[in-house]
């Protein structure tokens, strides 16, 4: 039995001896098998900013877990990642609906409740370009990160439930500021008014995983969301072979956006927001 002092308390988990640091080979091996599931995971191990533990069967993983802000994990039998998990300083889990329920049903008992849990949230998926939406959506500039920065952050509010700007304001700006650099923001502008934006959250030769969603509130039911998201999709689908997102289950007018431009049910998320 190993001790495990986490910033929530002092708990004892079962340590498991075979867990491994996974090679990047081995984790782009892993995400090939599902890559709309695992674009997270495969972002974030190409661009070598995540830490991650695995499981593997003749050098072949079994499952992958990233450990860090998120806790994300993916694979089977995810319970035995509950050790790392209640090492980090994690503010949120998510991933595969049935990874998480398997990492939280040995994780629970030792950390406190989370502030919020959100199953059966809907990934969609969408591999064939729509009809275009005759929007003016392009990349967003260094110009347009004021007008884009309180846009971002409601809309991580919207969906969170948190203000980042209140919580970690250096942090979200910088964050704002490195997808428009990185070309992973679009913008559909009338003077001052945001008629449709999103970003790109991960990013692979598999897929495009598209966030926050937003068009400004005195903007919204006008159709804008449904051009700029067909626009959206086209534009990615000439780089990559899938664009996917995933969406609270009560969001009805983002999901009829989403299945109006012909994305398809790919699986499921939960989320456990701390």
């Known amino acids: 039995m190993l001790p495990v002092c986490t910033r929530f308390h002092c708990a004892t988990i079962h340590a498991?001896?075979?867990?491994?640091?996974p090679r990047l080979d081995q984790i782009l091996d892993f995400c090939a098998e599902d890559p709309v599931e695992r674009v997270f995971l495969e972002d974030v191990a190409r661009r070598r900013l995540g830490r991650f533990t695995a499981f593997a069967d003749d050098d072949r993983l079994t499952a992958l877990c990233h450990v860090g802000a998120n806790v994300v994990?993916?694979?089977?039998?995810?319970?035995?990642?509950?050790?790392?998990?209640?090492?980090?300083?994690?503010?949120?889990?998510?991933?595969?609906?049935?990874?998480?329920?398997?990492?939280w049903a040995q994780l629970a008992?030792?950390?406190?409740?989370?502030?919020?849990?959100?199953?059966?949230?809907?990934?969609?998926?969408?591999?064939?370009?729509?009809?275009?939406?005759?929007?003016?959506?392009?990349l967003a500039s260094d110009d347009d990160f004021e007008l884009?920065?309180?846009?971002?952050?409601?809309?991580h509010e919207e969906e969170i439930g948190i203000d980042p700007m209140a919580r970690d304001a250096d942090g979200f700006r910088w964050?704002?500021?490195?997808?428009?650099?990185?070309g992973?923001?679009?913008?559909?502008?009338?003077?001052?008014?945001?008629?449709?934006?999103?970003?790109?959250?991960?990013?692979t030769p598999r897929a495009v995983q598209v966030q926050q969603v937003w068009v400004?509130?005195?903007?919204?039911?006008?159709?804008?969301?449904?051009?700029?998201?067909?626009?959206?999709?086209?534009?990615?689908?000439?780089?990559?072979?899938?664009?996917?997102?995933?969406?609270r289950p009560e969001n009805g007018p983002a999901i009829r956006v989403y299945e109006g431009i012909g994305m398809l049910r790919a699986g499921s998320y939960r989320s456990l927001i701390f």
Do not use: H
């Open 109 to 138: 008992r030792y950390v406190p409740s989370p502030r919020d849990d959100r199953p059966g949230q809907p990934v969609y998926a969408i591999s064939e370009p729509p009809e275009p939406g005759r929007s003016q959506l392009r």
């Open 184 to 203: 992973r923001s679009w913008v559909w502008l009338d003077g001052e008014t945001i008629l449709f934006k999103a970003e790109a959250s991960a990013w």
């Open 73 to 103: 994990p993916s694979g089977a039998a995810c319970g035995r990642f509950a050790e790392a998990a209640s090492r980090g300083r994690a503010r949120m889990i998510i991933g595969d609906e049935r990874a998480v329920d398997e990492l």
């Open 148 to 155: 884009l920065l309180p846009a971002c952050a409601a809309a």
């Open 16 to 21: 498991v001896s075979d867990a491994i640091e």
């Open 216 to 247: 400004d509130p005195p903007e919204r039911n006008k159709g804008y969301a449904q051009r700029g998201m067909r626009d959206l999709c086209r534009l990615l689908l000439e780089r990559v072979p899938t664009v996917c997102l995933f969406v």
């Open 175 to 182: 964050r704002t500021k490195s997808q428009i650099e990185e």
